[in-house]
T-cell receptor
Framework: AQSVTQLGSHVSVSEGALVLLRCNYSSSVPPYLFWYVQYPNQGLQLLLKYTSAATLVKGINGFEAEFKKSETSFHLTKPSAHMSDAAEYFCAVSKGTYKYIFGTGTRLKVLA | IAGITQAPTSQILAAGRRMTLRCTQDMRHNAMYWYRQDLGLGLRLIHYSNTAGTTGKGEVPDGYSVSRANTDDFPLTLASAVPSQTSVYFC?????????????FGPGTRLTVL
């Protein structure tokens, strides 16, 4: 069965510091992986997705993620955190358009 | 461009009452979904529809029903609400045809069942 695990339900970083949000997946087949962001009182919006074209995926707002098959990971990074990055981030895996499996989410707090 | 609209924004409901959460999209997407979001559990799929006239069960379908009479609308009904259905409900849509298709989400409905 496919699943994703997000390590750390809460992450705090200082403004300007590196952001690293962890996601590990389990899948018996090549996965399609996603990162979504949820700002307060809003729905989710896509940050980036991995579809096997390239292992390093660049998304919106300066975020990127690297697919590492050997580590079954798809961690999200951003070199320099901004106050506006404060939100909840969800990793998800899909093997069909109606079979998204979401992680439990990581709430990012950015400290001034 | 509205995308996906949901109504109501929030609702407090007495246990045992019937409630329909509305979802409308204007992107002409064939696939639509209902999720519930609970603290510490992420998003869980309740029901989905790949195209008008067809629906399917997701991970947590008990106590919920859906219909898909047309492409744009995908209402979610709680026939007899219970407190465990207190949650934030999100409607989403996507184009089918590949597991890599992005899902677009509505703003959510916050439901409290007392």
């Amino acid at each position: 069965a496919q699943s994703v695990t997000q390590l750390g339900s809460h992450v705090s970083v200082s403004e300007g510091a590196l952001v690293l949000l962890r996601c590990n997946y389990s899948s018996s087949v090549p996965p399609y992986l996603f990162w979504y962001v949820q700002y307060p009182n809003q729905g989710l919006q896509l940050l980036l997705k991995y579809t096997s074209a390239a292992t390093l995926v660049k998304g919106i707002n300066g975020f990127e993620a690297e697919f590492k098959k050997s580590e079954t990971s798809f961690h999200l990074t951003k070199p320099s955190a901004h106050m506006s990055d404060a939100a909840e981030y969800f990793c998800a895996v899909s093997k069909g358009t109606y079979k998204y499996i979401f992680g439990t989410g990581t709430r990012l707090k950015v400290l001034a | 461009i509205a995308g996906i609209t949901q109504a109501p924004t929030s609702q407090i409901l007495a246990a045992g009452r019937r409630m329909t959460l509305r979802c409308t999209q204007d992107m002409r997407h064939n696939a639509m979904y209902w999720y519930r979001q609970d603290l510490g559990l992420g998003l869980r799929l309740i029901h989905y529809s790949n195209t008008a006239g067809t629906t399917g069960k997701g991970e947590v379908p008990d106590g919920y029903s859906v219909s898909r009479a047309n492409t744009d609308d995908f209402p979610l009904t709680l026939a007899s609400a219970v407190p465990s259905q207190t949650s934030v409900y999100f409607c989403a849509s996507s184009e089918p045809g590949g597991p890599y298709n992005e899902q677009f989400f509505g703003p959510g409905t916050r439901l409290t069942v007392l």
